[in-house]
């Protein structure tokens, strides 16, 4: 009777290892599936924000060339190279209203010219998107009587940083 009983301790002892091995198996199986599901969703929001990065800069480059602060008085799609100037100074001086973005001017004709209106993005890879404006300068005839802009042609860049 005592051996009876000392196999049936055994076979139960055998029985909770067995559960209890099966249990850490399901725990460990839990957690990789886990692991596994945060890095699709870390990953969906990677590409989400790239996608919101993507927009802002497109919007950034039409609010850019239309901003009274640096277009022409009357055109549209046009930077005035005064103001361009102007605000580059005052970037250097604190004025941060383009956060996380990389701004520049680059002149492409008649002669290639660049111009960094800000830094502002963080380190790291980033992408640039552009457009075509003209950098125009307000020009004066000999007399002074008569004010015309002098247009050139160039693009637009704003720089975001990808993830």
């Not at 990677?46 to 993507?54: D, I, M």
């Not at 802002?56 to 039409?62: E, G, H, K, N, V």
């Not at 901003?67 to 009357?74: A, I, T, V």
Request: glycine share 4%.
């Amino acid at each position: 009777m005592a051996k009876i009983k000392q196999d049936n301790s055994k076979k139960a002892q055998i029985k909770i290892q067995e559960t209890a091995f099966f249990l850490l198996a399901l725990v460990f199986l839990f957690v990789i599936v886990l692991i596994f599901y945060s890095n699709i969703q870390v990953a969906k929001l990677y590409e989400e924000y790239n996608k919101l990065q993507e927009e802002r800069a497109i919007s950034m480059l039409s609010k850019l060339s239309e901003m009274p602060e640096l277009s022409c008085l009357g055109r549209t799609k046009c930077i005035d190279y005064d103001k361009m100037e102007a605000m580059k100074e005052l970037a250097k001086n604190g004025y941060a209203i383009w956060k996380g973005f990389d701004i520049t001017i680059e002149r492409v004709y008649p002669e290639k010219e660049v111009y960094d209106l800000y830094k502002g993005a963080k380190k790291g890879v980033s992408k640039t998107y552009s457009t075509f404006v003209s950098l125009c300068e307000l020009k004066y005839d000999e007399e002074n009587v008569y004010s015309y802009y002098d247009c050139d042609i160039a693009r637009l860049h704003v720089s975001v940083t990808k993830k």
